[in-house]
């Protein structure tokens, strides 16, 4: 099963409605939000972090950046850092590494989302490839990862 496949099952057991776009072939969020034409802000990038020795998929909209200091402190954290490829691509192994969607909690991870992704009514994102995106809610989003809202990303 691929990641879309994945997604796109849970979606339909839950009862969210989705849209599925392809675009050429491109690897930051922003050069998707470009070819997709879409404002970056609604597209949501996943980065991946060591917060006090557990993985976790941080999830910001595409111009921004993570703030460590600020993620720290936001979760009350020891010890936080950008996670090496090799502590993750073993979790995502229906994923090209770096297309992982914001809904890892269907991996196991949990996820924190940056509070500047929730004032949009809906989110853009990969949807396990650097080929497709993937159209969600912003409210279903939340109804169906729960993610630990909090405010750790700067503007580029």
């Known amino acids: 099963m691929t990641c879309r496949e994945r997604l796109e099952r849970y979606f339909r057991e839950n009862g969210v409605k989705y849209q599925v776009q392809s675009h050429p072939e491109v690897y930051t969020a922003q050069e998707v939000a470009a070819v997709e034409h879409i404002p970056g802000r609604l597209m949501a990038k996943v980065v991946m972090a060591m917060i006090d020795g557990a993985l976790t998929a941080l ?8 703030e460590m200091p600020k993620l720290k402190a936001a979760l009350g954290a020891k010890d ?39 004032e949009d009514p809906a989110i853009v994102f990969n949807a396990g490839s650097h080929r497709e995106t993937m159209t969600v809610a912003a409210a279903d989003f939340a109804r169906l990862v729960s993610p630990k809202v909090a405010e750790f990303s700067v503007p580029r």
Do not use: I, K, W
């Open 59 to 66: 999830v910001l909209p595409a111009p921004h950046r993570v």
């Open 80 to 118: 936080a850092r950008l996670a090496r490829e090799q502590e993750f691509a073993n979790v995502f192994t229906d994923c090209e590494v770096g297309a992982m969607p914001p809904f890892a909690n269907l991996y196991q991870v949990p996820v924190v989302a940056d509070r500047a992704l929730t």
